[in-house]
């Protein structure tokens, strides 16, 4: 199984709504990525964990939380979101070790309104 | 410091023709590089990757990339392009295991 899968494809919320992004692999990859990507541009890191804990966190603010249950799951709580944090939000995972590619979810296209 | 940069934002071609994205980059050490595809509204998938095995790499649906590591380049190539062919491709070079983008080549394949 090669594949990298997000849940929901779409999600709508207000400014004053808590929802989360979930993603999931069984690659057995122990690295997994959040990015941000907004039209026309290419992903922005927001996240890394590697071995289920955080090590990278590239200044994102505290209305983005994430959390890595386990192994294969990725989750990334939304609260209290702006307008211009709309966006597609894309998941990878990967081995942790320089050289592995990247395998990459289908994307959850937030909408704040 | 490392960074890519891809020299065209827009490419056209005619449905048959070959296909050239151009990629290059800038790295203190030998890189590794990617370059990945990206249809409307979905997820990146990779094309093919170079780790300092053959100077030329072949990948997913006709598409190959040559490392020149005296030109600091990674084009991508494709003998005949296909109207699927039709997405943003984005190249990439990685020190460790986070990827530094460039932004994004548009192809557009004209029937």
């Known amino acids: 199984d090669t594949e990298v899968t997000q849940t929901p494809k779409h999600l709508v919320m207000g400014m004053t709504n808590k929802k989360s992004l979930k993603c999931e692999q069984h690659?057995?990859?122990?690295?997994m990525y959040w990015y941000k990507q907004k039209a026309k541009k290419p992903p922005e890191l927001m996240f890394v964990?590697?071995?289920?804990?955080?090590?990278i966190n590239e200044s994102v603010p505290s209305r983005f939380s994430p959390e890595c249950p386990n192994s294969s799951l990725l989750n990334l709580h939304l609260h209290a979101l702006q307008p211009e944090d709309s966006a597609l939000y894309l998941c990878a995972s990967s081995q942790p070790t320089s050289n592995n590619e990247q395998f990459f979810g289908p994307g959850t296209r937030l909408t704040v309104l | 410091a490392q960074s890519v940069t891809q020299l065209d934002s827009h490419v056209s071609v005619s449905e048959g023709t070959p296909v050239l994205l151009r990629c290059n980059y800038s790295?203190?050490?030998?890189?590794?590089l990617f370059w990945y595809v990206q249809h409307p509204n979905k997820g990146l998938q990779l094309l093919l990757k170079y780790t300092s095995a053959a100077t030329l790499v072949k990948g997913i649906n006709g598409f190959e990339a040559e490392f020149k590591k005296s030109e600091t380049s990674f084009h991508l190539t494709k003998p005949s392009a296909h109207m699927s062919d039709a997405a943003e491709y984005f190249c990439?070079?990685?020190?460790?295991?986070?990827?530094?983008f460039g932004t994004g080549t548009r192809l557009k394949v004209l029937a």
């Open positions: 964990y590697s071995y289920e804990k955080l090590s």
């Open positions: 990439v070079v990685t020190p460790t295991y986070k990827y530094i």
């Open positions: 690659m057995g990859h122990r690295a």
């Open positions: 790295s203190s050490y030998s890189p590794s």
